[in-house]
């Protein structure tokens, strides 16, 4: 019990100190792994990723993924100064790259490192929906979502290791079912919720940033609905899936797309792609 107490003291100590603020929602997040070195590490793991596929180049599509993506992280960088968050992109290294592969999948490192597949690319459509993905993945970025998911998978180890001590007088068999019960109730209270909240928020960021980058932000429940077409109805329960339901998705991208609109409007931009 008394190492139970340690470890549960340490922890709120490390939380105490090691929280960073979200430009966009002003909330206190996870910074458990400082970005001074996360962002090299990130950097060196695209640059690898990069050398061991296919990188398309000179292509249409190629040209389109580079272009949306300038013009994404350059409304990003135009909502945080109007914010007084001048110099907050100032170690970010944006690049972005269309990859061939078959997968429907975008992804983005911290930093600002971004990779579009190709199988991606006959549903994004047309420009407006590569901008409603690349906003969306800018926003894992600017949010820090990275780093906030490396601090939470420390702090499930470190309740891990508690669980371990507080059971260390059970019975075998005891302990591998608390054990077991921790690490499913874990996954499915605590880090799959997580993952879906940065998922939401990075939703209503990059809704945002499209529309301040001038593209329509109703063009991005135009893509959920044939991101769920494509999908065939196969995803699993929201409850049990590291991303919201499609149908949650295109509800709150539609309620959200006059906010957009409207926060664009603020930066002179009132038309759109």
Same mark, same amino acid.
């Given at each position: ?21 979200? /430009?966009?929602?002003?909330? %206190? ?7 001074? %070195? ?5 950097? #060196? %793991? ?27 992280? &350059? ?6 100064? @109007?914010?007084?968050? #001048? ?7 944006? !690049? ?5 592969? &078959? +997968?429907?999948? @975008?992804?983005?490192?911290? =930093? ?9 690319? /006959?549903?994004?459509?047309? $420009?407006? =929906? ?17 780093? %906030?998911?490396?601090?939470?998978? #420390?702090? *499930? ?13 059970? +019975? $075998? !068999?005891?302990?591998?079912?608390? =054990? ?6 874990? #996954?499915?209270g605590v880090m799959l919720p997580?993952s879906r909240s940065h998922e939401? $928020? ?5 809704? *945002? ?12 429940? $135009?893509?959920?609905?044939?991101? &769920?077409?494509? +999908?065939?109805? *196969?995803? /699993?329960? !929201? ?14 991208? *539609?309620?959200? @797309?006059?906010?957009?609109? @409207? !926060? ?10």
């Open positions: 019990m008394k190492n139970t107490k340690i470890i549960i003291g340490l922890t709120l100590s490390i939380l105490l100190f090691s929280c960073a603020t979200n /430009p966009f929602t002003g909330k %206190q997040t996870l910074a458990l792994v400082p970005n001074s %070195q996360i962002l090299p590490m990130a950097f #060196q %793991q695209y640059d690898q990723f990069l050398n061991e596929n296919k990188v398309v180049t000179g292509t249409t599509e190629a040209t389109m993924v580079k272009n949306v993506g300038q013009k994404i992280s &350059k409304a990003a960088e135009r909502w945080l100064n @109007a914010n007084g968050y #001048q110099g907050y992109l100032d170690d970010y290294r944006w !690049e972005y790259n269309l990859v061939q592969d &078959k +997968s429907v999948n @975008a992804w983005c490192m911290p =930093g600002g490192k971004i990779v579009f597949y190709t199988g991606i690319m /006959p549903i994004a459509k047309n $420009e407006a =929906g590569v901008a409603a993905i690349m906003g969306h993945e800018v926003a894992h970025a600017l949010a820090n979502h990275g780093q %906030q998911r490396m601090s939470a998978a #420390q702090l *499930q180890q470190v309740a891990g290791a508690a669980t371990a001590v507080a059971t260390s007088n059970k +019975s $075998e !068999e005891t302990q591998q079912i608390i =054990g077991t019960a921790f690490g499913l109730g874990s #996954q499915l997580f939401t $928020e990075a939703d209503r960021i990059g809704i *945002q940033l499209m529309a301040i980058a001038g593209y329509n932000p109703d063009e991005a429940a $135009e893509l959920w609905k044939r991101m &769920k077409a494509n +999908s065939g109805g *196969q995803a /699993p329960p !929201e409850f049990m899936s590291t991303h919201p339901s499609n149908d949650t998705r295109i509800a709150n991208l *539609q309620a959200w @797309a006059p906010a957009a609109k @409207a !926060e664009a409007k603020k930066f002179g931009v009132t038309s759109f792609k």
